[in-house]
C-alpha cells in the first residue's frame, strides 16, 4: 500500500504499519522480556483523513526525554504530533488532509516492571493505564507515575550517547531542560532510591545492589558529564543516613568536586559502618591509585575481591592494580579468576515489518555532513572486518581491556613467558595425563569414564548433574570463531606465522613484533574444560596436578589470546607497511572505513598517536560516519586542545541532530 | 551438633578441577582437586579437617584499621588552605 | 491434491509428500540430531502412470527388520514393494495403472554417524553411497554395511516392542528369521563390540562404556527374551579375553542358563583384573541379591558407587539394597544423591506435513479387535488424566519408582516422617536462616548479594559463572507442573487434604490412609536452590548450616514426592469409592481408559491385585487399546497361569498384527 | 613440588550448599560448606589439611578380598549334582 507524502511528518522519524495497532501488540507480548530500564518510549498514533474509503494509518516512532510525569504531558507530547504533519504543498489542492486521530503513548516503568499507557483521542479524552507483564491492564497510582518519571529519565540519561545502542526511528530529547526539572528528578530519584536495585545494572555487575544500579549510574552520569556534582552530594547526603554505603557514591561526588579531604572523611567513617561493602573500598582505592598510592590500593582492592567474589568489577580492579605494580604474573592470575557473566544486552523492541520508513533530513544541516550514501570508502579488507575484538561485550570485553593493558606494557614475547609460567600448558598437560593413564589405567577403563569421543573426533559428552560434573564455562557470547586466514588454531601447534591470500598485504611480508623479533603464534594452554577436547581422553582414575604452583586457565582467557593475536598481527603488519610505503615515498592509500577499524585497533592496543593518525586520515574521505569525529574529539579534549575540540565537537553535534536529536 | 575434628571421604572421581568424594550415608561432595595430597588417586581415603584461623584473623583485621588510619591521617585531615597571593 | 486409490498399497502404511523429495531432505538435515541409535529405516519411493500430465507421487513408510548387509538386499526389499500396489480393481478399467518407479533406502549407520542410502531405478540399476552429518556423499566401504547392518538389528531388536516409541507409518518386520541370521549377528556383533560405546546407551546411562551401550543391551534382549543365553556366552567368552569387563556380561548369561558355579568363579577371576568395574560389581550384587544375601549384596554396591559415582545406576542399586534392608533413612539419603540426567528420548525423524496418510487395515484380523474409532469408553476423568507420573521419563522415572517402593513398604506417614528427619524441612531452614540475618547482616548487605527479588516476587538472578555460584539443579524433564485441584503446592504450608471440584468422587469424601489415618500432604523440604525463593532472602554473610546431621533435599526429590502425593491421593480415593460401592451394592461404573489408568496407578503404587481388577475390567469395554492386554499378560505369566497367558498373548499379538508388525 | 601440610584460605561467599574461598595469588575455589567450621561466616580464614588415610585403605581392601572369598567359597565351589532318581 502507498502512502501518500503528505501523510508524512515534516521532522520526525517514523515507521508505518503494515498491520494497524501491530506496533503496541507487539510491545505488550515483548513486556516480560524487559529485563531490566527497558527500551525507549514507544509513540503510536493513528493517521487519518476523515473521508470513506481511505483506510487509515498506523505510524510509530520511539523517543527518550519526553516528561513521564504525568498523562498530561505525554497527551502534550502526542498532541504536538498534530502540527507536525507536512502541509499540503498547495493550499487548494484536492489532496486528502491528514490529520493524527489518536495516539498512544507508552513508557516502561522500571521499578514496578509495567507499561504506563496514555491514550489520546484528538479530539477528545487522554485515558492512561497500566499493562503488566501478562498484558492485564490496571489503574496508574500516583507512585507509578512517578517511577515511571524516573525510568524514562535514567533511558534518556543512559541511551542517548551510547554509540552501540542503535534503534531505527529513534527521536531524542532534551531529558531535563530547566533547573525545576533537575530538582524534581533529584526529589524523585531520592523517593524511589532504595528501589534501585530494581531497575538493573551495567552488564558487569553480577547483583545489582542499592549503589550498584541503573539508577545510580544514570545520576552519577548525569551530573558528572556536566561537572556539577554538587546537586548528587546534596542527595546523597540525605541519603546516607538510612544507607551507609551511599557514602561511596557521596565521596566520588566530593573527588569530582574537588573536595578530597571531605571524601576522604567520609570514606573512612563509612568504613566502620560497612567494613564489607566493595564499592566504598574501590571509591577509597580509586582515590588512591589516583595519588600514585598503589600499595596501599592493592590491599584494599584484594578486600573488595574478598568482600565480593562474584562480582566482576572486584576482580578487574585488583587485576589492574597489580598491573599498575608491574606484578604480571599476579595481574594474569587475577584476570583468569574473573568470574564472567552473559551478556544481554540492552532490553529491546522486536523489530517488525514495517510499510515504509520515514527519515525526514533538511539540507541546512545537510550541507555541513557528507552524503549519506554508500561508497567505496564504505568498503573494507576482510582481514580487517573479521577482526573479532570488537564482536566483544560486558565482561569480556572488560577482560580484554584489561589484556590488552598488560601486553602494552611488556610487549608480546614478554606475555607470552609470563603466560606458560602461570598456566599448564597444553603440552605438559597431555604428557602429564599420559603418564598418569598408562600407570594407572586398565584397557576397559580408559574410555568408561568422562565423554564418549567418537570416532570422527566428536564428542558427546553426555548430560550431567549439578553436583557430579563441573558444567562447561560458558561460551563466551560475541566472540566469534577465530580464522587465523582460514586455518584453524591447532592446539599444541607452534607455527611461524605466514601471511596469505586474506591478509592485508599483498606482498608477503614477515611479521615482526616491536622489537623486531618475529611474532610468535600462542600455543594453546591446558583449560578448565579440556576433558572435552578429542585429543585428551579424560579418565577416572587420573592423577591430580603435580604443578600445584602453575593455574588452568580459563577457556575464555585463552579465547582472548587468541584474540589479542589476531589483533596484534594485523596490527604488526600495518605498522609494516606505513614503515614500507614511507621509505618508498609511495602513497599509502586505504579506504574511510579501513582508517576507521585500523584506528579502533590503535585505541584497543593503547597506540594513541598512531590511532588519531588513522581517524584523521578517515576525515579526509568523504565518508558518513561519526565515529572519528567522536573519537578525535575525546582525544583532542584529553590533550587540551580547545580549538580542534570545539571544531569536532561541532561536527559530532551535527551527525547527531541529522539522528534526531534535539537540543535546546 | 558441633563438626567433628575431622572428615573422611572416598574420592570417588578425579578431574582436573574437581574431585567428587564420597562420605558416610550417601553423602557426596565436590572438592577441589589441588587440595587433595599428590598421590591421592580414585579409591584414595583422604582426611579432611578444617580449622578457623583467629590469629590471622585478628593480624588481618589489624592490618586494615592501620591502613585506614594511615590514608585518614595522609589525606584527611586538613583541607589545603587558599594560597597566600603577593601582589 | 487428491491421491487415486489404484496408486495405494495393499497392506503397507503410507505417508503422500505434499512437495515430492521432502522426506529424503528433511531426512537429511535431521542427520546431525542423531545422538544414539538413530531413527527406524526410511523407505521413500516415487509412484508414477508413465502417462504424461499425471503428477508422481511421493510415498513413504519407516521399516525395522530389514537385511541391511548389502545394497542388494536393500534393493530387493524396494523391489518387493513392486508388487505392493494395489490391483486395478477390474482389469479393463481405463485408470491409469500407478507402479514404483525408483526408491531410496535410509538406513542410518550409528558407529559411523552416516546414513546409507540405496537408490533403485525400476527397471534400472542400484546406486548406493553414504550421506554424512554434512549432507556430503561418500563411498560405503564393507566395514560400513556391517556397521550399519548392526545398527538397523539392533533399532529393530530394541524399538519395535517399545510401548514409548510411536512413529505413524511404522512396519516392523523379523530382524532375524533363521540359524544362519542369528550366526551372521553374532559375527558382527564381535566384530563391532569394540565400538558398542559410539551407538549410545540407556537414558539411565551418563556414560556409554564397552559393556554398557545399546549393543550389549540388544544381544542381552534378543538372546535372553527367548532363554537362549548359550550363544551370547559363547561371543562374551571371546571377547572377555580382550576386554575383562565383559565378563560381567558372560556371568549374567550363565546365570540366565542357570549355570550359577561358572557365573560366581567368571566373577570372581575377572574381579581381580577389574575391581574398579561397576558392571562387574553389579553382576555379583544382582545374584547375591537373588540369593536373599542383601549383607553382602550391600557392600559390593556402596563399592560400585564408589567406582561410578557420575552414574545414576550405581546409586539406584544401592538405594534399592538399602530397601531390602529396611535401612529406609540410608535408602532416602542415597536417593537424594543419586544424579539426573537431562532425558533426551530416542532420536527421532522430524514430522512432516502429508498429503495423505494410508493406514491399510483387513478385516481378517480386525474381527477379533474391537473397533478402532474412539468413543466415550477414551474419554476420562481430568483428575485421572493430570496425574504427572506418567509423564516421568530417564532417570526420574527410575527414582520414583524406587520412592513408590519405599512407600509401599513403609507407608506414606512413615515415609514423611523418615524424610522429615533426614532432610532440613523448609520451616526449620527458614528459621536459621532468619536468626543468621538478624544477627551477622547490616542494613544494606540485605539485597547485596544473592538474587534480585522484584517487588512483583518474580527472581531476576542474573548469569552466573561456574566457577563462582552453582548452577541451579536442571529442570527435571517430563515432571509437569503440580497443580493439586489448582492450587499451588505452597512452601511451609501443612493442609488437611479435602477433596473439591475437579476431584474424581462427586461426593466429597475424607482422604483415608491405609490405616485408616487421614493423608497428610507434604511439607516442602528445604532444597539446594532455595537460594532463589521469593521468601528467603539469599544474604552472603549468612552462617553455614548447624545440623550437621541433615542433608539440604534435592529439588527433584521434593517434586517427585508432590507426584507421589497426587498418586497416593487419587488411589485413596479410588479404593474408599470401591468399597463404599460395595457395602451399597451399587455396580461402580468407569470408562475404559479409566480403568486403564487406574491399573497402571495400581502398578506404580505396587498394587498387583488391585492392578489386576483394574485391568480386567478394562476388558468389559469394547476398547481399542493393547496396554491391558500386554498387562494381563506379563501378569498371568508371572504367576504362571498359561492358560491365560496364552490367551492375552494371541490378542496382543493381533493388536500387533493390526499395527504392521510381520511375525514369520 | 610436593603439596603443603595445610592450605590458608578466607571465605568469600557463604551458600547454603558451596563456599567460595579465596587464597594466595588470586587463587579462587568452591568448597562445601558443610566442611567448615559451625562459626566460620564470611571474611573467616579458615586452615584445610587433607591427608590420605592409607591404613583406612587397607582395611577396606582387606575387607573387600574376604568378601570375595567368603562368595567364591559360598557359591563357586561345587556345580550342583544331579539328582539321583530311583525308580
Given amino acids: 500500500m502507498a502512502i501518500p507524502p503528505e501523510a508524512l511528518y515534516k521532522d520526525i522519524p517514523e515507521l508505518f504499519e503494515i498491520d494497524l495497532g501491530e506496533a503496541l501488540t507487539a510491545r505488550t507480548e515483548a513486556l516480560s522480556t524487559f529485563r531490566e530500564l527497558g527500551p525507549p518510549d514507544l509513540c503510536h498514533v493513528v493517521k487519518s483523513t476523515g473521508r470513506a474509503g481511505t483506510r487509515d494509518l498506523g505510524s510509530y516512532h520511539y523517543v527518550s526525554g519526553v516528561d513521564a510525569s504525568s498523562s498530561a504531558s505525554l497527551a502534550a507530547y502526542i498532541n504536538s504530533l498534530t502540527y507536525a504533519i507536512e502541509e499540503n504543498p498547495t493550499w487548494f489542492s484536492n489532496a486528502a488532509k491528514w490529520k493524527v486521530r489518536n495516539g498512544c503513548y507508552c513508557c516502561f516503568n522500571a521499578f514496578s516492571r509495567v507499561d504506563m499507557r496514555v491514550d489520546v483521542k484528538i479530539p477528545g479524552g487522554v485515558n492512561a493505564y497500566v499493562i503488566d507483564l501478562r498484558g492485564e491492564r490496571h489503574e496508574a497510582t500516583q507512585e507509578i507515575w512517578q517511577e515511571t518519571y524516573v525510568s524514562a529519565l535514567l533511558r534518556a540519561i543512559l541511551y542517548s550517547d551510547d554509540p552501540t545502542y542503535t534503534l531505527e526511528s529513534y527521536r531524542k530529547l532534551d531529558p531535563i531542560t530547566s533547573a525545576d526539572g533537575e530538582l524534581r528528578f533529584l526529589q524523585a530519584a531520592e523517593a524511589l532510591f532504595a528501589k534501585g536495585w530494581q531497575v538493573g545494572s551495567d552488564p558487569e555487575i553480577q547483583v545489582a545492589t542499592v549503589v550498584s544500579n541503573h539508577l545510580t549510574a544514570g545520576i552519577m552520569k548525569y551530573f558528572g558529564d556536566s561537572g556539577r556534582f554538587q546537586q548528587a552530594a546534596n542527595l546523597f547526603e540525605k541519603l546516607r543516613v538510612h544507607e551507609p554505603e551511599v557514602s561511596s557514591l557521596l565521596a566520588r561526588s566530593y573527588i569530582g568536586m574537588n573536595e578530597e579531604v571531605k571524601a576522604v572523611q567520609i570514606i573512612a567513617n563509612a568504613m566502620k559502618e560497612t567494613p564489607q561493602s566493595y564499592t566504598l573500598l574501590h571509591a577509597q582505592c580509586d582515590f588512591l591509585r589516583s595519588k600514585g598510592k598503589f600499595e596501599w590500593a592493592v590491599k584494599l582492592a584484594r578486600q573488595a575481591v574478598n568482600c565480593a567474589p562474584s562480582e566482576f568489577v572486584t576482580w578487574e580492579k585488583l587485576t589492574d592494580l597489580y598491573i599498575d605494580l608491574g606484578q604480571y604474573d599476579s595481574a594474569l592470575l587475577t584476570l583468569n579468576s574473573c568470574p564472567m557473566f552473559t551478556f544481554n544486552g540492552r532490553d529491546a523492541h522486536r523489530t517488525l515489518p514495517v510499510a515504509k520508513i520515514h527519515l525526514p533530513f533538511h539540507r541546512a544541516i545537510g550541507e555541513i555532513l557528507p552524503e549519506r550514501v554508500k561508497t567505496e570508502d564504505d568498503e573494507a579488507d576482510p582481514a580487517l572486518q573479521r577482526l573479532p575484538a570488537p564482536g566483544l561485550r560486558g565482561t569480556w570485553a572488560r577482560a580484554y581491556s584489561l589484556l590488552t593493558r598488560l601486553v602494552s606494557q611488556i610487549g608480546w614475547d614478554e606475555l607470552l613467558k609470563t603466560r606458560s609460567s602461570v598456566f599448564v600448558m597444553e603440552e605438559e598437560y597431555r604428557m602429564q595425563k599420559a603418564q598418569s593413564d598408562i600407570k594407572t589405567v586398565p584397557n576397559s577403563a580408559r574410555s568408561s569414564s568422562g565423554p564418549v569421543i567418537h570416532e570422527d573426533g566428536t564428542v558427546d559428552d553426555g548430560s550431567s548433574t549439578r553436583a557430579i560434573v563441573s558444567p562447561p564455562s560458558p561460551e563466551p557470547a560475541g566472540i566469534p570463531t577465530i580464522k587465523i586466514s582460514g586455518e584453524e588454531a591447532e592446539a599444541g601447534q607452534e607455527a611461524e606465522r605466514e601471511p596469505d591470500e586474506g591478509d592485508i598485504v599483498s606482498t608477503p611480508l614477515h611479521i615482526n613484533g616491536p622489537n623486531g623479533v618475529t611474532m610468535q603464534k600462542p600455543v594453546q594452554a591446558a583449560g578448565e574444560d579440556k576433558q572435552d577436547s578429542s585429543d585428551i581422553t579424560a579418565v577416572a582414575q587420573a592423577e591430580p596436578f603435580s604443578f600445584s604452583n602453575k593455574r588452568l586457565c580459563e577457556r575464555w582467557l585463552d579465547n582472548l589470546f587468541m584474540v589479542l593475536y589476531e589483533d596484534l598481527r594485523v596490527w604488526t603488519i600495518f605498522r609494516a607497511e606505513v614503515a614500507h610505503f614511507k621509505t618508498q615515498h609511495v602513497a599509502y592509500r586505504k579506504t574511510g572505513l579501513e582508517w576507521e577499524i585500523l584506528g579502533d585497533l590503535g585505541l584497543r592496543l593503547h597506540h594513541k598517536e598512531e590511532a588519531k593518525e588513522a581517524f584523521q586520515r578517515c576525515l579526509d574521505s568523504p565518508r558518513y560516519s561519526v565515529k572519528p569525529w567522536l573519537k578525535l574529539m575525546e582525544m583532542y579534549s584529553e590533550e587540551g586542545d580547545i580549538t580542534r575540540t570545539i571544531q569536532t565537537a561541532i561536527r559530532a553535534a551535527a551527525y547527531a541532530y541529522a539522528d534526531y536529536t534535539e537540543m535546546t | ?87
Wanted: charged residues 20%; hydrophobic residues 40%.
Fill in chain 2, 1 to 87: 551438633m558441633a563438626s567433628p575434628e575431622s572428615f573422611t571421604f572416598t574420592v570417588g572421581k578425579l578431574d582436573a578441577g574437581m574431585a567428587i568424594l564420597l562420605g558416610e550415608r550417601a553423602h557426596l561432595i565436590e572438592f577441589p582437586s589441588i587440595l587433595l595430597p599428590p598421590g591421592a588417586t580414585t579409591g584414595s581415603i583422604v582426611n579432611i579437617a578444617v580449622h578457623q584461623n583467629h590469629q590471622a584473623e585478628r593480624k588481618r583485621d589489624n592490618e586494615f584499621w592501620e591502613l585506614q588510619n594511615e590514608i585518614l591521617d595522609t589525606y584527611g585531615r586538613e583541607s589545603p588552605k587558599n594560597p597566600d597571593l603577593q601582589v
